[in-house]
C-alpha cells in the first residue's frame, strides 16, 4: 500500500458488509481516515475506522452523519436489487427503490458538496451497475432503471462542479460476491429446485468464468477516489468481467 488516501477524509455508506467493506478496508490501508457507516450498526463490527449508523434513507440521519464525518471523499453504496420484469414491479418496490438507489445519493451529495466546496475538492464516487443505461439484463427492470438513473446524476453533479474542484464518477460492476448476491442465489434456487443450478446460471453470463470479488471492485473505488484520478470525472466506469462486452 502506498497511503494513495493519506490526508484525505472518507465516508462510505452501506460499509457493513461487501463491497462497502471491503472499500472501508482498502481506505484505510491507504491512509485514509474512513468513517463507515450503515443502517444496521452490528454490521460495522470488527472494521478499524470509525463508524456510525447511518440511514440513507433519512434526511437528518444523512446530514448528522456528513457533520460527523466532514468528508473530502464519499462512496454512495446503499442499494438493493429487485427481481422481475415490469408487469412483475409494483409501486411500492418501485418507490422503494428509487429513494434508496437514486435519491438516498441525492440527499448524501446534497449534504456533502458544501464541505468539498469548502475545502476546494472532492471526490464522489456512485455505485451503478453494468445493469443500467449500459446494458440490460432480464428479470432486473426496477434495478436497472434506477442504475441509469444514477449515471444521470452522476454526470449533472460532474458537469456542474467541474470548475470547482469536484470529481463524481460512477463504477458499474457486473455480478460480484457479496452476502446481498448469495442471498440471491439462494431465492433463485428455490426457483430452480437446486442451488448449483442458480450459481450456475449467474456464472454462466461472466464471459471470464467467475464472479468478481467485493475487493477487485474496492481497488476500482480507492483509485477513483484518490488523486490518482484527478482529470477523470463525469464517467461510468464498467468493471464487469467482460459482461457488456459480449
Not at 56 to 83: K, T, W
Not at 159 to 172: L, P, S, W
Not at 174 to 187: I, K
Amino acid at each position: 500500500m502506498t497511503d494513495r488516501l493519506k490526508g484525505k477524509r472518507a465516508l462510505i455508506t452501506a460499509a457493513g458488509q461487501g463491497i462497502g467493506r471491503a472499500t472501508a478496508e482498502m481506505f484505510v490501508a491507504e491512509g485514509a481516515e474512513v468513517f463507515a457507516s450503515d443502517v444496521n450498526p452490528d454490521l460495522l463490527s470488527g472494521l478499524d475506522c470509525e463508524v456510525l449508523t447511518l440511514d440513507v434513507r433519512d434526511d437528518a440521519s444523512v446530514r448528522a452523519g456528513v457533520d460527523r464525518a466532514q468528508p473530502d471523499i464519499l462512496f454512495n453504496c446503499a442499494g438493493f436489487v429487485h427481481h422481475g420484469t415490469v408487469l412483475d414491479a409494483t409501486d411500492e418496490e418501485w418507490d422503494f427503490a428509487f429513494d434508496l438507489n437514486v435519491t438516498a445519493m441525492f440527499r448524501t451529495i446534497r449534504a456533502t458538496l458544501p464541505v468539498m466546496l469548502k475545502r476546494g475538492g472532492g471526490s464522489i464516487v456512485n455505485m451503478s451497475s453494468a445493469c443500467s443505461s449500459v446494458m440490460g439484463a432480464p428479470n432486473r427492470f426496477v434495478y436497472g432503471t434506477t442504475k441509469a438513473a444514477v449515471i444521470g446524476l452522476t454526470k449533472s453533479v460532474a458537469i456542474d462542479y467541474i470548475k470547482q474542484g469536484i470529481r463524481c464518477n460512477a463504477i458499474c460492476p457486473g455480478t460480484v460476491e457479496s452476502p446481498s448476491w448469495l442471498d440471491r442465489v439462494d431465492a433463485l434456487g428455490k426457483q430452480l429446485g437446486s442451488r448449483d443450478k442458480a450459481m450456475e446460471q449467474f456464472v454462466s453470463r461472466q464471459p471470464m468464468g467467475r464472479v468478481a470479488t467485493a475487493t477487485e471492485i474496492a481497488a476500482l473505488v480507492t483509485y477513483l477516489a484518490s488523486d490518482e484520478s484527478a482529470f477523470t470525472t463525469g464517467h461510468p466506469h464498467i468493471i464487469d468481467g467482460g459482461w457488456s462486452g459480449q
